[in-house]
C-alpha cells in the first residue's frame, strides 16, 4: 500500500512540474510594474482555466500524498 502511494505521489509530483510549466507567463515580470498594468488583470481563457484546475487539482493530491506518506499513519 505504501509503495503503491509513494508512486503515486511521485507521479503527482512529476505531473505538478509538467502542469506549471505549461502555464503562459502573465507579466513582464518586475518590469511590467513600472509600465502600465492593464495587462497583468486580464481574464483568463478556456484553456488557461482548465490547466489552473488541473494543476491545483494535482497540488492537493501531492501534498496531501505528502502529509500522508510522512506521518506514518498506514504503518
Known amino acids: 500500500m505504501i ?3 509513494t508512486w503515486l505521489w511521485v507521479a503527482s509530483g512529476v505531473l505538478l512540474i509538467l502542469f506549471v510549466l505549461l502555464h503562459s507567463p502573465k507579466g513582464d515580470g518586475m ?3 513600472a509600465a502600465s498594468g492593464s495587462s497583468m488583470f486580464t481574464s483568463a481563457s478556456s484553456a488557461e482555466s482548465t490547466l489552473n484546475r ?3 487539482t494535482c497540488l ?3 501534498l496531501s500524498l505528502s ?3 510522512s ?3 498506514l504503518k
Request: aromatic share 16%; with cysteine; proline share 0%.
Open 3 to 5: 509503495s503503491v502511494l
Open 31 to 33: 518590469g511590467g510594474l
Open 54 to 56: 488541473i494543476t491545483w
Open 60 to 62: 492537493c493530491i501531492f
Open 67 to 69: 502529509i500522508i506518506l
Open 71 to 73: 506521518a506514518g499513519w
